[in-house]
């Protein structure tokens, strides 16, 4: 639930590792769930999409914050 003056919340749970299968055995892999919800009176879902996708690429690369 978003509350005025907010126009976004983003959380950010913790990391596991949990057991992927890629295409011949079961691999670990680290995975964090990331929610999100906007206010589209103020945030176009396009925009908000855009964020959450960089968000995630700045999650999985940190080094990518040092060269943007």
Do not use: C
Not at 11 to 38: A, C, E, H, Y
Not at 45 to 50: E, T
């Amino acid at each position: 639930v978003i509350n005025y003056p907010e126009v976004a919340i983003v959380g950010v749970n913790k990391m596991m590792v949990r057991p992927v299968w890629d295409g011949t055995q079961f691999i670990p892999r680290k995975m964090m769930n990331l929610s999100s919800s906007f206010d589209h009176r103020v945030i176009d879902g396009w925009d908000a999409a855009v964020f959450v996708q960089r968000i995630k690429a700045l999650l999985e690369t940190p080094a990518l914050i040092f060269v943007d």
